[in-house]
T-cell receptor, first 112, second 117 residues
Framework: DQQVKQNSPSLSVQEGRISILNCDYTNSMFDYFLWYKKYPAEGPTFLISISSIKDKNEDGRFTVFLNKSAKHLSLHIVPSQPGDSAVYFCAAGMEYGNKLVFGAGTILRVKS | GAGVSQSPRYKVAKRGQDVALRCDPISGHVSLFWYQQALGQGPEFLTYFQNEAQLDKSGLPSDRFFAERPEGSVSTLKIQRTQQEDSAVYLC???????????????FGDGTRLSIL
């Protein structure tokens, strides 16, 4: 069963505008969420994380929002840049567990 | 090195052969993870080490898969009698923390792309 879902396989955004990537999860035991960015032929690179005790975490152009009641999180990138074009993975884990469960990824294309 | 290093980057093997994939984690990282990533999918957990102890191997798909980390640093993932469905990218990640804590993310290597003919 897919415990972490990214329902949009791809997203296209104009440079300078906002990119919003969405992620849903089903396991209420998850309490730690991360976003990774992946370029072709490279491993995933950590972007930003959020613990379930928060509903927002911000780092520069990247903000992650968590809605626990809806079991939904989103990544906002403002402003979007062509170098942001990559595959974005949402991942979830448990604070005192170990493994991460990943979504299938969303391909973001930022057009200049 | 500064990051997680994996070798080889690419491996082609014939069905039935044994393969060994190596991971050199970030120095000082206690936790080490192996993931398998199929084309078009996200990484899927295989196994987890805390230092030299393999604490979770629940994701290993069969007894043909074996992982070790004998000195608590470098790890090897071995696949015996490879089959075509083993073709995937194998990712290694390391983390400073024990288990998962805020601000202690897993850092990934670039993976080994395994192709079984």
């Amino acid at each position: 069963d897919q415990q972490v879902k990214q329902n949009s396989p791809s997203l296209s955004v104009q440079e300078g505008r906002i990119s919003i990537l969405n992620c849903d999860y089903t396991n209420s035991m998850f309490d730690y969420f991360l976003w990774y960015k992946k370029y072709p032929a490279e491993g995933p690179t950590f972007l930003i994380s959020i613990s379930s005790i928060k509903d927002k975490n911000e780092d520069g152009r990247f903000t992650v929002f968590l809605n626990k009641s809806a079991k939904h999180l989103s990544l906002h990138i403002v402003p979007s840049q062509p170098g942001d074009s990559a595959v974005y993975f949402c991942a979830a884990g448990m604070e005192y567990g170990n493994k991460l469960v990943f979504g299938a990824g969303t391909i973001l294309r930022v057009k200049s | 090195g500064a990051g997680v290093s994996q070798s080889p980057r690419y491996k082609v093997a014939k069905r039935g052969q044994d393969v060994a994939l190596r991971c050199d984690p970030i120095s000082g990282h206690v936790s080490l993870f192996w993931y398998q990533q199929a084309l078009g999918q996200g990484p899927e957990f295989l196994t987890y080490f805390q230092n030299e102890a393999q604490l979770d191997k629940s994701g290993l798909p069969s007894d043909r898969f074996f992982a070790e980390r004998p000195e608590g640093s470098v790890s090897t993932l071995k696949i015996q009698r490879t089959q075509q469905e083993d073709s995937a990218v194998y990712l290694c990640a390391s983390s400073l923390s024990v288990g998962q804590h805020s601000n202690q993310p897993q850092h990934f290597g670039d993976g080994t792309r395994l192709s079984i003919l």
